[in-house]
C-alpha cells in the first residue's frame, strides 16, 4: 500500500455534532485507509454535522444508503436528507444540496478524502437478489447508480460500496434469497467494475469499487470471495455483530476468543485469517471498528455475567443508548455498573449485577488493540460504523494509532 505523509492533526475530544469548525486546518492523508460510515438519518437523528467530521483523519466516507427500487435500479435512500429536494416530484437539483451539499464543502476543505455510496444495508437489502438476478437486471442496476452517483453531480462520489447483507442466506426476515446469489453477486461486481473502468476512462480517474462483507463464516462461504477480489479496491470486513440476538453475554467485537469461549471461530482475527485463506491479500482488508454497543438483559452474576445466559432485552434499553457518544456519559458513569476487561478478547464489558443489564461495547483501550493489530498483520486500515457515534475520543484513538505505522511495515 502507498506510504503517506504523517498526519499533524490530532482530533479533540468533544461530541461529533459540537467539534470546533477548524476552516484553516491543511490538508493531511491518514497514512492508512480509514474509513468512516456516515448514517444519512444521523443528521437529523443524533445532530451529527457533517462540517465537523473528523475528515483530517479520514481517507473515506461511505455515505449510507441509496437504496433499490422495485424495479431494480438504484436511487435516493431520502430525497429530503440526500439533496434538500423534500416535495414528492420535484426535480433533483442540478447542484448538490442537503446532505451531498454539505460533503461536498467538506470534501473542498479536505483534498485527500473520498466519499463512495453505499448501496444496501441491513434494511435495504431486500431486493439486491433481483437486481443481480440476470445479465439484463445487473446493467440496470449497475448503470442507474453510474448515473445517478457519478455523472449527476461530477466529482462529488468517487466510488460506490455494495452493502449486500446477505447474498444466498442470513439477512433480514423477508428479503429474497436465492442459492444463486452466490455467483449472481460476483457477476453484479464485474458488471459494476466494468461500467465504472468505463466511465474512469472517459472522467480520466479511477472509481473505487468495495464491498462490506460478514465477517461469519457462514456467510463468507457464501461469497466467491477468489472471484470478486480481483474487482474490488478493497473489503470493509464487518468484524462486529458476532454474536447479535444470542442466549449467552458474548462480546460484540473480540479480537481474539475469551477464555472459554464456546464460539472461538468468532473473532476478529479468525475472520482475518478466513479471509486472507480464501486469497484475500492483507492490504485489501479492512477491520470493521463498532462506535456502538450490544446488550443483554437477564444475565445472572456468575462471572460477572460473561458468557451467562440472557433471558430477555433490558426494558429501559433504546438502540441510540449503544452509541458510544451516549454510553460514554450515561452507564459508563453509573456507580450500579462495573467496567471489567477480558485480557484474551481484548474488549471490555460493562455489569449491573442488580439489574442484571450485560453491555459489550469499544473503548479507547479495546480500539488501541485492534490499531496495534491492524499494523502488526500489515492489514488495509479500518472501517468504523459509524462516525455520527463518536464523542472525539474514539476517532483519536484511530488517528493516533494510524499514525504509529513503522517504515517498511506495510
Same mark, same amino acid.
Given at each position: ?18 467539534? +470546533? ?47 433499490? $427500487? ?40 479536505? +483534498? ?38 457519478? &455523472? ?41 467494475? &466494468? ?9 480520466? &480517474? ?47 467485537? +473480540? ?18 485469517? $478466513? ?24 444475565? &445472572? ?110
Amino acid at each position: 500500500m502507498t506510504r503517506f505523509h504523517v498526519l499533524l492533526i490530532t482530533l479533540a475530544a468533544g461530541a461529533v455534532g459540537t467539534q +470546533p469548525h477548524r476552516a484553516n486546518a491543511p490538508p493531511t492523508v491518514p497514512p492508512m485507509r480509514v474509513v468512516g460510515y456516515l448514517a444519512s438519518w444521523g443528521v437529523r437523528s443524533k445532530g451529527t454535522a457533517i462540517a465537523d467530521l473528523p475528515a483530517a483523519d479520514l481517507t473515506h466516507i461511505f455515505y449510507a444508503f441509496a437504496e433499490i $427500487a422495485p424495479d431494480g435500479s438504484v436511487t435516493l435512500g431520502n430525497q429530503c436528507l440526500d439533496v434538500g429536494v423534500c416535495g414528492k416530484g420535484d426535480a433533483l437539483p442540478g447542484r448538490p444540496a442537503g446532505n451531498f451539499g454539505e460533503l461536498q464543502r467538506l470534501k473542498s476543505r479536505y +483534498p485527500h478524502l473520498k466519499l463512495a455510496i453505499s448501496i444496501g444495508g441491513w434494511g435495504g437489502s431486500a431486493r439486491f437478489s433481483d437486481a443481480a438476478l440476470t445479465d439484463s437486471s445487473r446493467r440496470r442496476f449497475a448503470s442507474s447508480a453510474i448515473d445517478l452517483y457519478i &455523472r449527476k453531480w461530477p466529482r462529488l462520489f468517487d466510488g460506490i460500496d455494495i452493502d449486500w447483507e446477505f447474498p444466498v442466506e442470513g439477512g433480514l426476515k423477508g428479503n429474497v434469497e436465492r442459492p444463486e446469489d452466490k455467483r449472481n453477486f460476483t457477476l453484479l461486481l464485474a458488471e459494476l467494475r &466494468r461500467e465504472l473502468d468505463a466511465q474512469g476512462a472517459s472522467d480520466h &480517474r479511477h472509481y473505487e469499487l468495495t464491498i462490506a462483507a460478514s465477517a461469519r463464516p457462514s456467510e463468507i462461504a457464501n461469497i466467491e470471495l477468489d472471484q470478486i477480489v480481483p474487482l474490488l479496491d478493497f473489503i470493509n470486513v464487518m468484524t462486529y455483530d458476532y454474536h447479535t440476538g444470542g442466549s449467552i453475554a458474548h462480546f460484540n467485537a +473480540p479480537l481474539f476468543p475469551a477464555k472459554n469461549d464456546p464460539t472461538p471461530e468468532l473473532t476478529v482475527d479468525a475472520s482475518m485469517r $478466513a479471509f486472507q485463506q480464501g486469497s484475500a491479500p492483507p492490504e485489501k482488508l479492512l477491520v470493521g471498528i463498532p462506535f456502538f454497543a450490544r446488550v443483554y438483559g437477564g444475565v &445472572r452474576d456468575v462471572n460477572d455475567g460473561l458468557l451467562q445466559p440472557s433471558t430477555r432485552r433490558p426494558y429501559d434499553w433504546h438502540d441510540s443508548d449503544g452509541d458510544w457518544r451516549r454510553l460514554s456519559h450515561t452507564r459508563l458513569l453509573d456507580p450500579r455498573y462495573t467496567r471489567h476487561w477480558e485480557t484474551s478478547a481484548q474488549v471490555p464489558w460493562l455489569y449491573d449485577p442488580r439489574s442484571g443489564t450485560w453491555i459489550s461495547y469499544d473503548d479507547q483501550e479495546s480500539v488501541r488493540a485492534k490499531m496495534r493489530y491492524v499494523r502488526d498483520h500489515g492489514l488495509g486500515g479500518v472501517v468504523i460504523w459509524e462516525i455520527g457515534a463518536d464523542d472525539g475520543r474514539l476517532m483519536s484513538e484511530i488517528a493516533r494509532g494510524s499514525r504509529d505505522v513503522s517504515p517498511g511495515s506495510r
